[in-house]
């Protein structure tokens, strides 16, 4: 019990608290955006890339788990409160599908987050190896953040391609009612899976147990950059 509330509770708390953070600041920015040019996202040719994008992250992630994916639309649906809409078929008693769900329906936060760190570690670490070398290590999380702070090296041609692409893809970040609808129908199975696997891990693999430790710190790591990047850009677009 004490490994279940120390270790596997705060993994959850970090995952899902991340994704609700990051998409919230993204869809300020997105609205932010939308009064500026007073036009919906669906008009604006600048957020479509990032509107497509979102969809893909869903369709991909869901075929990826076996779900069927029976629409595929880039235009709005008012009805769903969503700029477009990926319909999927699946079977509701299936946890695999239901995990599925839960992943596609919160893809577009962490796989678009995914792309930006990327492009950013090449924009400000150009020395990757440095990088995952304070990944790997077992500190702290004040202890990583000095470290990598200490590691800024600014790659401007990379940083101008991070900044267009973040741009591009803020649009895509934010979730809308339809997906947090989805996420939270498919998160108690998807916390039940995991819990199986998180006892799997501490029975069969006692190593285990300290990389789900290590992997929790990296998270909140990660979480924190990508959600430093959007209030950046949520700062950025409303001063403008």
């Given at each position: 019990m004490q490994a279940f509330m120390n270790v596997y509770v705060p993994g959850w708390l970090i995952f899902i608290g991340?994704?609700?953070l990051i998409s919230a600041v993204n869809?300020?920015?997105?609205q932010a955006m939308v009064n500026h040019a007073g036009r919906s996202n669906?008009?604006?040719?600048y957020m479509k890339p990032g509107i497509f994008v979102h969809e893909l992250l869903h369709a991909a992630i869901a075929?990826?788990?076996g779900l069927h994916v029976t629409n595929f639309s880039l235009r709005a649906d008012p009805s769903q409160g969503s700029a477009a809409h990926v319909s999927l078929r699946y079977d509701r008693h299936d946890p695999l599908a239901q995990l599925g769900l839960f992943l596609s329906s919160s893809a577009p936060v962490w796989g678009i987050s995914l792309v930006l760190l990327v492009l950013?570690?090449?924009?400000?670490?150009?020395?990757?190896n440095q990088v995952w070398q304070v990944l790997a290590a077992s500190s702290s999380l004040s202890e990583k953040w000095v470290m990598m702070r200490g590691m800024v090296a600014i790659n401007w041609q990379w940083l101008a391609i991070?900044?267009?692409?973040t741009l591009i893809l803020t649009?895509?970040?934010a979730l809308s009612h339809r997906d947090l609808q989805n996420?939270?129908?498919s998160a108690p199975i998807a916390f039940l899976v995991t819990i199986v696997i998180f006892y799997l891990f501490l029975t069969f693999w006692p190593a285990g147990f300290a990389w789900w430790t290590l992997l929790n710190l990296n998270l909140l790591l990660l979480d924190l950059m990508v959600l430093g990047f959007s209030l950046v850009i949520w700062f950025v677009v409303n001063l403008l």
């Open positions: 991340g994704i609700l869809g300020a920015t997105v669906t008009q604006i040719w075929r990826l788990f950013g570690r090449w924009a400000f670490f150009p020395d990757g991070f900044l267009v692409v649009p895509g970040i996420m939270w129908q």
